[in-house]
């Protein structure tokens, strides 16, 4: 087929790959005028890895990647373990490939290397698109510059503020959740080694805020999260905000939360809100479909949002395959992957209400109550998107 898909994030690249190699004639279509990720690492598990390794990046995701020993939610100022989940070389066995963390500018630049490989001329930057013109028989882009495309299918991974949504499900605007989202990213050389975490993904755990720190690039940076409920605020990840607003946020934390504050460079902290949707079912229509925030932004807080759009991607591709009419396979997808993603949705807005409980004693029974381990190692972590029965 002939596949228009717009926006060329780690979804988008993923998809193109993904369906590049089923033998689709795929363009990208991305608004930006270079390609690129900001400054921050995202988490990837072996969900979502899977598919990494089979589109060959896994030299690479070895090579710039972190491979933490653990998940620890601790209490933000005492540090008490309140509960572990077991990554490492337990992780790799139980659910068949590693738990990476990654700077998504490297996660990016190994999905656009694989996507040129496979065909130089997939990616087109500079491409907006405002619309879709779609009929039984064909459907064509409409783009900001007036030009229309022509496709059998369009994929709009266009993210959380995705056109191509408004064309599918509605023209509702994503819903501000009352947290917004501090991001640092800190020489871990500038702290000092005795107030270093350890080489897991630590989460902080807070009344009404939450800190998650983590390794990128071999240890050579910390990247932080800070989770707070504060007002609205700008949607976007390149917001600067004061430094002292962040000291004053984490007053009172943990000295191994209080030594990465204090070693970031103070102009470089950067804050934007967190919004969300609830989920939905529909994600086609005959000749248009959705993947990633475009159709299921996620709440970051089970680190899954782009492992979604990864695992989309490949039952996308797998769907496509299946020797059915458009429509049909269009159902398919949509029928198998909108209830997953709708729990990993709602799960990372429930755990928002984990981490932010006040009382010590309250929090450390919830944790225990609610056992995120049991339940990631059972449902989450194992799925395989690249042969799981899609009906
Ligand atoms: C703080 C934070 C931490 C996170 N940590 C993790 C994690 O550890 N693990 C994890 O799996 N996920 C994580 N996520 C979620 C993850 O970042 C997103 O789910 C993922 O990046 C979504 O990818 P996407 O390709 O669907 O959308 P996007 O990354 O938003 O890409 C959309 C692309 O479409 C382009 N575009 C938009 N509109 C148009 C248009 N009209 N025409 C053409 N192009 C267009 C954009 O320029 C962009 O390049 C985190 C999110 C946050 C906020």
Request: proline share 5%; net charge negative; hydrophobic share 45%.
């Amino acid at each position: 087929m002939d596949i228009a898909l717009v926006g060329a994030g780690i979804g988008g690249l993923a998809a193109a790959a993904c369906l590049i190699q089923k033998g689709h004639r795929v363009r990208v279509y991305e608004q930006a005028a270079q390609v690129g990720e900001v400054g921050a690492a995202v988490q990837m598990s072996a969900n979502a890895v899977k598919v990494l390794d089979e589109l060959g990046l896994r030299a690479h995701l070895e090579a710039v990647s972190v491979k933490p020993k653990a998940f620890e939610f601790r209490r933000f100022d005492t540090g008490e373990l309140l509960h572990e989940i077991k990554l490492g070389a337990i992780h790799e066995q139980t659910h068949g490939a590693p738990y990476y963390q990654i700077h998504r500018v490297d996660l990016h630049a190994g999905l656009m290397d694989v996507v040129n490989r496979l065909d130089p001329a997939a990616v087109q930057l500079g491409v907006r698109a405002v619309g879709v013109d779609e009929a039984e028989s064909h459907v064509a882009l409409v783009c900001g510059d007036g030009q229309k495309i022509q496709a059998d299918l369009i994929v709009g991974a266009d993210g959380i503020k995705s056109v191509i949504r408004q064309h599918v499900v509605n023209a509702d605007p994503p819903v501000f959740t009352g947290q917004v989202a501090w991001r640092l990213c800190i020489p871990t050389q500038h702290i000092p080694v005795d107030l270093r975490p350890d080489v897991v993904s630590s989460i902080w755990c807070g009344p009404k805020n939450h800190a998650v720190m983590y390794y990128m690039r071999a240890g050579t940076l910390l990247n932080f999260v800070g989770c707070v409920e504060r007002p609205w605020e700008e949607e976007s990840w390149t917001t600067k905000q004061p430094w002292s607003e962040l000291d004053q946020d984490y007053a009172g934390w943990h000295p191994v939360v209080r030594a990465a504050i204090e070693a970031v460079d103070r102009d470089q902290c950067y804050r934007w809100a967190l919004n969300n949707r609830k989920p939905v079912m529909t994600w086609s229509t005959g000749r248009v479909t959705l993947l990633g925030d475009a159709v299921h932004p996620t709440l970051p807080y089970m680190a899954q949002g782009a492992a979604m759009a990864i695992e989309d991607a490949a039952v996308l591709a797998r769907a496509l395959d299946m020797n059915r009419p458009l429509a049909d396979a269009l159902q398919v997808y949509q029928n198998h992957r909108a209830p997953r993603a709708a729990r990993v949705v709602n799960e990372s807005t429930e755990m928002a209400d984990l981490y932010h409980i006040a009382d010590a004693a309250e929090m450390k029974k919830a944790f225990h109550d609610r056992n995120i381990a049991a339940s990631r190692n059972g449902w989450l972590y194992p799925y395989d998107p690249l042969r799981v029965a899609l009906d």
